[in-house]
Each structure stands twice: as structure tokens, then as C-alpha cells.
């Protein structure tokens, strides 16, 4: 294997892993406030939707980013009422998120990019731009942002009363209520946060990582997403690094894409599921969920 | 308190309950399961609103829940500042809030670990905790719902010397719970409550265990089954028998029981019962050896949970267990006339009160489901059974019923394994008891010697 | 909850939603909504060949939403039900493509096949959650995606017909098509099939021991294996039953309406089809109406996007504020539990 073909990998597995590593700290948050989001999917693509479209109409790609965190804090405040107010079975509730939001981004589309004959080229976010290869710093710089992202929230959860609270509501509400606070605000606005990252997450990837959105282009990455909560032990660097660790076999499979030639494509690509689905069954008996994580309080 | 009144759809749980506290006082509210006495506790910390009344408290309530309410993933420090945690800019001082927890339990004559896992404590310091978490807010008023309900008797009376000296000091403290022994023992005043009012006010230098349980109950206590005499034939050999994990696991334990007598396992709860019952259940692996020539019938400790599907109707809960069962599985088809005739069965014998026996279960009263729960287990007469604390949270009526139904099947020859942390239960109707800690067998005694006293102290773990 | 908001509480509300919604979507796009909804109508009812493809659309749902209610009964959350369609129907074209003999036989193989191709693949997950506590959510999730994969690849290389310019299979014999309900439309026996085993599972559900086990599992888990439920057995059992079912949902596809095998047979009936068991409040016989709902839906959502340019896929919006709403009724609807005093 060349030298330039392992930079490649690395950097692809930067960028690929980027969004996932939101979406996954996202699942964090959310998670350890006892709510499964199993929406996140649909917040991604809230996210990388909005982001695409703001940066269209505006032309600004930071007013794009900033509008894609908007638009998943959004539809993570949608699942936290459902989940808090209406007490819905959070994983029927994420699956109605996800339906929803394919569909409404399937929708605006048409109506705003095919029906004005334009194909959805907007300005990209500076510094990264993964088909030219020629910006390894920015590549670092996005992924050390991601990391900060990740120490902030280790920061919020372990050191901050806010923290504290969030950490009681995934484990037993009755504590926080009978100390006076109310679980479900706090969860409220766990959810909402954790749909934040993950709209940052989808914005990255249709205007980080590529320049558009187009209709299933997040590809399960909010799944993935959940499965590196858990591999991750519902730690925020334990999910970072679970979304590192699968995004590797997404950037091995771009990168090596027609190089060996026994390996069907399919093959390769099915790899980050299929090293998803290895990790979950791997890690029985090892962790253990937050105690009241998806019951509604 | 005036006029305290609060309803739910069907029952009215508090009906016009006029209470005061005084400083300084321990106030004893008693009463059976469903009379109110949670209902009014929650109302008195402001948890639940009253539809009718008139709350004043000079200073703040605060209140210790029978099933504590802590993480138990969470350190004690953590646990006990929630919600009011000292801060460093926007991050927690730590170091204030560790102080804090520590001069809190020297002022008040605890010793506390303020680092430690609340889940790795003992339940006795799980309670120091709950407890220290209320002090902290320097109370007034302490409501404690059963606060000795997971205690052995040695931490019975510390707990009681702790809240002693917070009444000395001037704090208002009123003890909800079912165990008269102790009302009697550190209560200054008694209110009985009994269907949502309070029907008789006590002072407890001139009452006495019997009047208040005739005042709980509202007439003499419903008698228990005769015990009548059997012979004895071997059943159910458990030998040095290991099983569980953590505190909680039994650790060689070896015992028996014979077909017509009731085996009563006494302990303190955590010290190794539920792993005994779940390794004759088959529900966790162990090393040693049960035999047991049948199928064991089960009471499980936690019918909610355990026992029984909730949303079912009665019928449908009636087979549950045995619907492999060759009389009621018939090729792939499950008898239905069959769960029904049982259904019907069971609420003839255990006087299970319905509407019909298609309603939810989880509807009826705990005392009717525990019936049901306990006759489903009866109902094949069994070589052995399994009763495991059978009459925990029911009324006194229905307890005696069950209590009743499991002596005649041990007359009938049935061997009986009672576990049960309510001592008086297992001096009710074991032939035998035997007593645990820390997961092994450390007493035995027959029913004809036995001394309270002794097993008292064998509970809390000290040697003969 | 407001009396103003009760007349929402029901069909009646979720119709309304559906209609609001979907006059919203026709604004977004220019199109009356009067316009929309008669074309809508016509589209779906108006005549034999309209409501043909209705009740095509409904069959083609209806098997996925079974075997979804199977699992969620047994209180397993099967989201993998596109992925076992897909797999089911590859079965179907693979074996229907090359078998040689009687059309009923080939018919019998396929459905066979089908079963077994979406059954194994529910399995799995049930594998993976019985023997490692593999949160089913996710797995099925992922296993939608290698199904995906796997499908591709044989029919874009193994499978694929040395005829066809397109990555699919060999079109299957006309003998062994199944046969239409009504003639020249894409409605056939598979609709009857689906009907058919509504019945099966209600009957399971509420007379046998099978059904007694799968109930206690979903309801009170730790109830079930205290009493008799062999868990570790009726979960994989039960996911593949569940994947099975909606295997034979491929194969009706692929025998009844394509005729071979391609990866592009189902637009997300998979995920529809958890919306329709929902809305038929996982009852075998609602969910035959639900399926119905959803089917005039569907063959609507076709229709618009013909007439108005509408992609299809919004008919996803709706599926997904029915489900919340619905989720949330249940809550709203529920009885206030007496706390024990």
C-alpha cells in the first residue's frame, strides 16, 4: 500500500466519520436524559436539507450550517415533546421523525431545486473540500473542531449541574423530581440538543463533505450513529471513537473502490453496517444502557 | 392539616383528614395498604395536589421515600447535592460539595463515604444517604414513608437514634409505616387511617399493638388456617448451593424441606434470598445441587413484574405458567374453556373480587391480584411451592386469606418454602425457620424454640 | 386535553390530518386542492383499473405490515421489514427465473422461497438478539442496508440476465406469474394470500399457546420468562416469522406485478408498512383495512406525481405525522391509572 493511498484513507475516514460523530453525540446527550433517538437519522437529514437550502437562497455557507443546527434542534424538540408531553413510545416516535423528514426533504426538493431548474450546487463551507485532497490541514481542523465538540459535551455532562441533572434523568427521574426539578424540561432539552448535533452532523456532510443534497444520501449514518452510542458505552469520546472506527470501512471502501478487483463493490460497501452490526453483538455483557433510558417518566 | 381531601376516578384515597405536627414530635401514621397514608404524605410534601384542604408549615417539608429515590450509578455527594449543587462559575465546586456532604453527616452522627457508588452501598447506607439528602435541605417537617421497611434490626435502632435526636433539636417528624413494634417503640403520637380518614388519634405512653391494629383494621384481625399435624416426607433438598452475584448472592447454602411443613427463610432483604429462589426457579445458574422430583409452584416476590401480564384479563392470567401444561395446551391450541373454568376456580376459592373475570388485572385491587397470583400457584396442588414474601403490600384481609390457603395446602401435604422479611409472617406459619445473612444459612430453629430475640440478631449478622 | 381538541381523538382526526396535510402539500405545488383530491380520488377509485392498482399497492403493504405486527406483538421492533422484502422477492426471482415445471410448482417454490429468504434474515436479528442482546432497532436497520447489498451484487453479477440492460434478474415464465384477480392489472391472488394469513395470525394470536407465549413476551417480558416462555426461542422464532411474512411481500411483487427481479421493487413499502400496522393498531384484521388506507395512499402518491410532479416520497411526511399522532392518541386516550394509595 503507497503512502498516498493510506493519507487517503485517513483523511476519507476524517470526513466521513465528521458527521457521524455529531449525530453520535447527539445519541449521547439524548441517551443519557433517558430518551432513545432513534430520530437521529431524520435529523441529519433535517440538517444536511436546510443547510443546503439556506446556503442556496443566501448564498452564505456559515448561515447554512447555522440554519441546518436550527432545523435539527427543531425536529429534536418535536420528539422530546412527544416523548416527554405525550409520553409516545420513543421508538415508535423516531420512526414517524424519520418517515417524516425523508419525506419533507424528498418534498422541498422538488419544490424548490427540480421545479426552478436547479440542481442544488450551493457555495461549500470553507476549507474542506474532499475531491481535491490538497486540504489535509482543513481536514484536521474540521476533526479537531469535532473533538472539541466532544470535550465540551464530556465537559457539560461530568462537571456542570446541568450535567448532573441529565445524568439523574437516565437513570432514575424520581431522583431529579423529588430534588425539586422537572426530569422531562431537562430531558426536553437534551433531546433538542442532541437534535442540534445531529442537524450539524447532516449539515456537514450535504455541504462539508459534498455540495447538495440529494434524497437518501444519508444512508443510515444516524443508525450507525446509534450503534456508536452503544458501542461507545454512552460516552462521548466512546461514541466518538465507535464513529471513527466504522467510518474507517466507509473511507476504506471509497478509497479502494475498483482497486481490488475479487472484492464486488457491493461487498465494500456493505462493510460499515456490517462492522455496526458486529460491534453491537460484540459488546454484550460489557456495558450496560443507562437504567431509564427509553422509559418515559 | 384541615380538611385534607384528595380523589382519583373510583376511589377517594384522603376524605376530609385534619392532622397537626409539632415541633419536636415523632408522629406515627398508620394504616392498611390503600387506607391513604401515601396519598396524604405526598399531599403533605406538595408532591400531590388535593382537590380540598388547607396545607401550613412553618419552613419546608421534606420528605424519605420507601423505595429511595437516588442513582445508585451516581456518587453519594452527587446524589445528595442534585438539584442544589455549589457552583464554581458554571461547573460544580466539587470540593464545596464534598464538604458539604461530609459536615452534613458529622453534624448529624453518620458516617458516610461522600466518593462511593450509591449502587455499591448497603441498603442500611442507601437509606443514610436518602435521609442526609433531606436533611440538607434543613427541613422542618421529615415525612418518612416506611423508613424501615429494608432495615434489619440493629439498623432499625440506629435510624431511630439518628431521628431521635432531630426531634431533640426541634424538627417535626412523622413516620408512615405498617410495623407497630416500632410505633410503639419511638412514636410520640399515632394516627390511624383507615379508607381516607383518620379514625382514631393515639398517644402512645397509653395504647398498645392490639388496639391500634383493631383501630387499622376496624374489628379483630381476620384468624390465620389452623396448623394441623402431617406427616412428614421428603420434597425439595437444596445442597451447598451457590448462585447469584455481588451482596446479594446465596453462598452455600445447603436446607430442606419436607412435604407438610412450611419452611420460613428470615432475613433482612439483599442477603442472598433472591438468589436462592431464582436458582430453584431455574431463572439463574448455580453450582450445587436442587433436587426436587417436580415442577416447583411459584409466588414470585414481585407480582407486577413477575407474576402477572398486566394487561391480561384474569383468564388469561389464570393459565399463565402452565399453559404447556398437557390439560391445557391441546396440540397447538390453548384450552380456553379450561383457563376459564380456573379463572373461575380461583376467584371462588380466594374470594377474588371482580367485576368479571374478563376485566385487566392490572384494575383490580393488589390485594385481588396477589389472590390471583397465589391461587394460580395452588390451583394443581403442588408437592412444593415457593412463596416468596406472599402478602407483601395487601390488606390485612386479604393477607390472612393467603396466609390461610398456604397453611391448609400444607396440611394437605404440600412442602412450603416461605422467604419473607416480615419476621412476623414467617412466626405465623413456618414449622421451621431458618435464618440468613450475607448469603448462608446462620440459624435454624423449630417452631417449638423458637427466641425473637435471637433471630433478630442473627439478621443483623451478629454471632450467637 | 381540551374537549375543542376530542373530535381529533379518532379516525375522524386522523382523516382530517391526512387531508390538511396533503391540501398543504398540493398548495406547496401549485395545485388546488379540490383539483388534487378529485384527481386523487378518480385516480385511486374512479374505475377498475384505479381501484385494481389501489388494492395492488395494499397487497404489496399488507405483507410487510403482518410480519411487522408479529414482531411488535411480540414486543420486538422489527424496522427491518424492507430488507426481508427485498431478500424474499431475490428468492423469488432467483428461484422462479431458472426452476423448470408447472406453473402452480414454480408458484409453491417462489412463495417458498420467499419465506425463507425474508425469514432468515429476520432470524438473523433475532440470532443477534437472543444470543447477544443486539439491540433489534438497529440491527434490522443495518440489515436493511446489507440486504441492500447482497441483492445488488447478484443481480448485477450472478443473477443477473444476460438479456436485460438493467442489473436483473431473467424474467420469470408467464406460466409461473400469479395469476390476476382482474384481468390485465396488477392485482392478483397475492392480495387473498395476504387476507388469508390476517386471519392465520389472529387466529394465532388469540387460540393457540404459540400466540398465549408471543403475547406474554411483548407485554410483560419478565412475567413471560418467569412462566414457562422459552425467550431466547420465540424471539428468533418470531423474527423470522415476522421477516417471512414480509418476505412473501417481495415475492408478490416479483411474481404478480414485475415479473423478475429488481433491487428497485419496493419504494420503502417496508417502512410504510410499520405506519399501517400502527394505524391498525397491530390487529391482523385492522391492519387488512389500514392496509387499504395506506394502499389508495400509495397508488394517490403515484398518481400525483404524474399529474402534479409531486415526488411520491412526501406521501412519507403523512405516514410519519400519522404515526406520531397516533402514538400520541394512545396516550392521550389511555385512562388515568389510580396510584396505589
Redesign the interface.
Known amino acids: 500500500m503507497t503512502q498516498s493511498l493510506i493519507v487517503t484513507i485517513l483523511i476519507l475516514t476524517i470526513v466521513k466519520a465528521v458527521p457521524i460523530i455529531y449525530a453520535a453525540l447527539g445519541g449521547v446527550i439524548s441517551e443519557r436524559s433517558g430518551v432513545i433517538n ?1 430520530g437521529l437519522e ?1 435529523m441529519m437529514v433535517a440538517g444536511a436539507f436546510t443547510a443546503v437550502l439556506v446556503s442556496y437562497v443566501t448564498g452564505s455557507p456559515i448561515l447554512g450550517l447555522i440554519a441546518g443546527v436550527i432545523a435539527g434542534a427543531v425536529i429534536g424538540w ?1 420528539l422530546g415533546i ?1 416523548a416527554t408531553k ?4 420513543q ?3 423516531g ?10 426533504a ?2 422541498g ?3 424548490v431545486f ?2 426552478t431548474g436547479v440542481n442544488g450546487q450551493v457555495p461549500q463551507l470553507g476549507g474542506v473540500n474532499v475531491a481535491l485532497f490538497d486540504l489535509h490541514s482543513g481536514a484536521l481542523a474540521v476533526l479537531v473542531f469535532a473533538f472539541v465538540c466532544a470535550l465540551g459535551l464530556s ?1 457539560l455532562i461530568y ?3 446541568w450535567g ?2 441529565v ?2 434523568c437516565g ?2 427521574p ?8 422537572d426530569p422531562l424540561q431537562t430531558r426536553l432539552i437534551a433531546v433538542t440538543i442532541s437534535g442540534a448535533l445531529a442537524g450539524l452532523g447532516g449539515a456537514f456532510l450535504s455541504i462539508g463533505e459534498l455540495n447538495s443534497y440529494t ?1 437518501g444520501m444519508t ?2 449514518r444516524g ?2 450513529a ?2 456508536a452510542v ?1 458501542f461507545g458505552r454512552w460516552t462521548p469520546f466512546g461514541a466518538t471513537g465507535a464513529a471513527i472506527f466504522f467510518s474507517f470501512f466507509e473511507a476504506l471502501e471509497y478509497a479502494l473502490q475498483g482497486q481490488i478487483s475479487w472484492l ?1 463493490s ?2 465494500m ?2 462493510l460499515p ?2 462492522a ?2 458486529v460491534a ?3 459488546v ?1 455483557g460489557k456495558v450496560r444502557a443507562p ?1 431509564a433510558d427509553g422509559v418515559p417518566f | 392539616m384541615r380538611g385534607i381531601r384528595k380523589a382519583y376516578p373510583g376511589v377517594v384515597a384522603v376524605n376530609g383528614v385534619d392532622l397537626d405536627l409539632f415541633p419536636g414530635e415523632i408522629h406515627a401514621l398508620v394504616g392498611e395498604n390503600g387506607a391513604g397514608k401515601s396519598t396524604l404524605s405526598n399531599i403533605a410534601f406538595g408532591e400531590v395536589r388535593a382537590d380540598a384542604g388547607t396545607i401550613k408549615a412553618n419552613g419546608t417539608v421534606g420528605l424519605v421515600h420507601q423505595h429511595f429515590e437516588l442513582v445508585g450509578r451516581l456518587r453519594v455527594w452527587q446524589n445528595i447535592v442534585l438539584g442544589r449543587e455549589p457552583r464554581k462559575g458554571i461547573r460544580i465546586d466539587e470540593a464545596a460539595a464534598r464538604k458539604l456532604v461530609t459536615d452534613l453527616a458529622a453534624k448529624n452522627g453518620l458516617e458516610i463515604d461522600p466518593d462511593a457508588f450509591v449502587e455499591d452501598l448497603p441498603i442500611g447506607v442507601q437509606q443514610r444517604v436518602e435521609l442526609l439528602r433531606e436533611l440538607e435541605r434543613e427541613p422542618t417537617v421529615l415525612l418518612l414513608d416506611e423508613p424501615t421497611a429494608a432495615l434489619a434490626p440493629a439498623e432499625i435502632d440506629s435510624f431511630f437514634k439518628t431521628i431521635t435526636a432531630l426531634a431533640a433539636r426541634g424538627t417535626a417528624i412523622m413516620i408512615v409505616t405498617h410495623k407497630l413494634q416500632e410505633v410503639i417503640a419511638y412514636s410520640h403520637r399515632i394516627s390511624v387511617m383507615r379508607h381516607g380518614e383518620i379514625v382514631a388519634k393515639l398517644d402512645t405512653y397509653s395504647t398498645s399493638v392490639d388496639d391500634i391494629a383493631r383501630a387499622m383494621v376496624g374489628g379483630e384481625l381476620p384468624p390465620v388456617a389452623a396448623r394441623e399435624p402431617t406427616t412428614m416426607t421428603p420434597c425439595l433438598r437444596i445442597d451447598n448451593v451457590t448462585a447469584g452475584s455481588g451482596g446479594a448472592r446465596a453462598d452455600g447454602v445447603t436446607l430442606e424441606v419436607r412435604g407438610g411443613e412450611i419452611v420460613g427463610i428470615a432475613g433482612v432483604e439483599g442477603n442472598g434470598q433472591t438468589a436462592i429462589a431464582d436458582a430453584i426457579a431455574k431463572m439463574i445458574d448455580y453450582t450445587g445441587n436442587i433436587v426436587l422430583d417436580s415442577r416447583p409452584a411459584i409466588v414470585p416476590q414481585d407480582r407486577h413484574r413477575e407474576a402477572l401480564v398486566l394487561s391480561w384479563s384474569i383468564v388469561d392470567n389464570a393459565v399463565l405458567g402452565r399453559q404447556h401444561d398437557p390439560g391445557i395446551q391441546k396440540g397447538l391450541l390453548l384450552d380456553g374453556a379450561r383457563a376459564r373454568a380456573d379463572a373461575e376456580a380461583i376467584k371462588e376459592r380466594f374470594d377474588v373480587r371482580c367485576a368479571s373475570l374478563d376485566v385487566a388485572v392490572k384494575t383490580l385491587s393488589g390485594g385481588n391480584q396477589q389472590k390471583i397470583v397465589v391461587g394460580r400457584a395452588l390451583i394443581d396442588d403442588p408437592k412444593f411451592v415457593l412463596a416468596y414474601n406472599p402478602t407483601r403490600g395487601i390488606d390485612v384481609g386479604a393477607a390472612a386469606l393467603v396466609q390461610s390457603r398456604l397453611m391448609q395446602a400444607r396440611n394437605a401435604g404440600a412442602a412450603i418454602l416461605l422467604i419473607s422479611f416480615e419476621l412476623d409472617e414467617i412466626l405465623t406459619l413456618a414449622d421451621r425457620i431458618l435464618v440468613m445473612y450475607r448469603g448462608k444459612v446462620v440459624g435454624n430453629f423449630e417452631r417449638a424454640q423458637v427466641d425473637r430475640g435471637e433471630i433478630g440478631r442473627l439478621m443483623a449478622g451478629s454471632a450467637a | 386535553m381540551k374537549p375543542v381538541l376530542k373530535i381529533f381523538n379518532g379516525p375522524i382526526g386522523t382523516l382530517l390530518l391526512v387531508v390538511v396535510m396533503m391540501s398543504i402539500v398540493m398548495l406547496g405545488s401549485k395545485v388546488s386542492p379540490v383539483d388534487g383530491f378529485y384527481a386523487l380520488i378518480v385516480g385511486t377509485l374512479g374505475g377498475t383499473r384505479e381501484i385494481a392498482e389501489s388494492l395492488a399497492q395494499t397487497t404489496a403493504l399488507l405483507f410487510p405490515a403482518l410480519g411487522i405486527c408479529l414482531a411488535f406483538r411480540a414486543g420486538l421492533f422489527n424496522i427491518g421489514a424492507e430488507g426481508q422484502l427485498l431478500l424474499g422477492g431475490l428468492a423469488a426471482g432467483a428461484l422462479g427465473a431458472h426452476f423448470v415445471g408447472p406453473g402452480w410448482l414454480a408458484i409453491l417454490i417462489m412463495l417458498g422461497g420467499g419465506l425463507l429468504g425474508g425469514g432468515l434474515w429476520g432470524a438473523l436479528a433475532g440470532w443477534m438478539k437472543s444470543r447477544f442482546n443486539a439491540n433489534e432497532v438497529i440491527s434490522t436497520l443495518m440489515l436493511n442496508y446489507v440486504a441492500f447489498n447482497i441483492a445488488n451484487y447478484l443481480v448485477a453479477g450472478p443473477l443477473k440476465s444476460p438479456l436485460a440492460t438493467g442489473a436483473e434478474t431473467a424474467p420469470l415464465p408467464t406460466s409461473s406469474w400469479l395469476p390476476a384477480l382482474i384481468p390485465d392489472t396488477r392485482l392478483t391472488i397475492a392480495l387473498l394470500i395476504a387476507i388469508a394469513i390476517a386471519f392465520i395470525l389472529q387466529f394465532v394470536f388469540t387460540r393457540t399457546v404459540f400466540g398465549y407465549d408471543l403475547r406474554a413476551l411483548g407485554e410483560a417480558p419478565e412475567a413471560a420468562r418467569r412462566n414457562g416462555v422459552n425467550i431466547k426461542r420465540l424471539t428468533w422464532l418470531a423474527m423470522a416469522l415476522s421477516g417471512g411474512i414480509a418476505g412473501l411481500g417481495g415475492v408478490a411483487i416479483v411474481a404478480g406485478e414485475l415479473h423478475r427481479f429488481n433491487t428497485s421493487l419496493s419504494p420503502g413499502y417496508g417502512f410504510t408498512a410499520i405506519a399501517v400496522a400502527l394505524v391498525g393498531d397491530l390487529q391482523p384484521l385492522w391492519i387488512c383495512l389500514a392496509a387499504f388506507g395506506f394502499g389508495v395512499l400509495e397508488a394517490g402518491g403515484v398518481a400525483m406525481q404524474a399529474s402534479a410532479g409531486i415526488p411520491k416520497e412526501t406521501i412519507h411526511i403523512i405516514e410519519g405525522i400519522i404515526i406520531l399522532v397516533l402514538a400520541a392518541r394512545r396516550y392521550v386516550a389511555a385512562p388515568v391509572e389510580v396510584p396505589a394509595a
Open positions: 432513534i431524520g418535536v412527544a405525550f409520553k409516545v413510545d421508538i415508535v416516535a420512526i414517524g421523525i424519520n418517515l417524516l423528514c425523508t419525506g419533507a424528498a418534498y426538493v422538488v419544490l427540480v421545479q465537559w462537571k456542570t449541574p448532573l441533572r445524568q439523574a437513570e432514575n424520581l431522583a431529579v423530581k423529588s430534588a425539586g426539578l434524497d444512508a443510515g443508525f450507525i446509534l450503534a452503544i464486488p457491493d461487498a460497501q456493505a453496517y456490517v455496526a452490526l453491537l453483538a460484540g454484550i437504567a
